[in-house]
């Protein structure tokens, strides 16, 4: 619970921790911006860290100068790809495993199907697609590592989906967070950036659940 609470204040109160980071750590700072984004791609177990909204928020430090544009999206986008392609290996030689199993102990078995059921749809499109999803976004190579999907289209799409993301967010927050409106609403923004994410999940949940029942 402690943990729990403690991921939820992060989120919370996401500009004012990035910002604290920034400051007082320097250039570690960078290692530890690396290291939330590379989690979220990479390990199936932590989909709830915050990518989307970190990547704007950091973009945002960018335009106040607190950090340096060009370093931090390339070491992010460093973060993205390498993720990316972790969790593809991870999932062909270990992921399937996972299916076989009723109950897993360390990640929600129901997000691996729906990432299943996604990719399935999109085909190598879902690496794409996938990472402007949380939590799909997660799951998606794992379950294109499974498929065993052909490494050289893998890693094409991943490292154009990681580009588009990395600028596309970074931009956002680099153009937009130092607006005062956004400045003074900037907690509301962030949960507004992941409401928005989750839309595409929710709709997919929602189809899939009308299939199950539909009377």
Not at 55 to 84: H, K, Q, R, V
Not at 155 to 169: A, K, Q, R, T
Not at 171 to 189: E, R
């Amino acid at each position: 619970m402690p943990f729990i609470m403690s991921v939820f204040d992060f989120v919370l109160h996401l500009d004012v921790h990035l910002r604290a980071i920034a400051v007082d750590y320097g250039a570690w700072a960078y290692v530890l911006f690396f290291l939330v984004i590379f989690c979220e791609t990479g390990l199936v177990v932590t989909p709830f860290l915050p990518g989307d909204s970190v990547l704007f928020m950091l973009g945002a430090l960018t335009a106040s100068g607190i950090l340096d544009f060009l370093p931090a999206s390339l070491i992010l986008l460093a973060a993205a790809i390498l993720g990316d392609t972790v969790n593809y290996e991870i999932g062909k030689y270990i992921g399937p495993h996972a299916f076989q199993k009723k109950e897993a102990r360390f990640f929600n078995k129901a997000n691996l199907l729906k990432a299943q059921a996604f990719y399935e749809k999109w085909g190598g499109l879902a690496i794409f697609l996938g990472r402007f999803m949380p939590i799909i976004r997660t799951f998606v190579p794992f379950v294109a590592g499974i498929g065993k999907m052909r490494y050289g289209k893998f890693i094409s799409f991943n490292v154009i989906g990681g580009l588009v993301w990395v600028f596309l967010f970074m931009g956002c927050g680099y153009l937009f967070g130092n607006i005062y409106f956004v400045k003074q609403h900037l907690t509301a923004l962030v949960f507004g950036i992941v409401m928005v994410s989750l839309i595409p999940v929710v709709i997919g949940a929602l189809k899939s659940r009308k299939r199950k029942d539909p009377a």
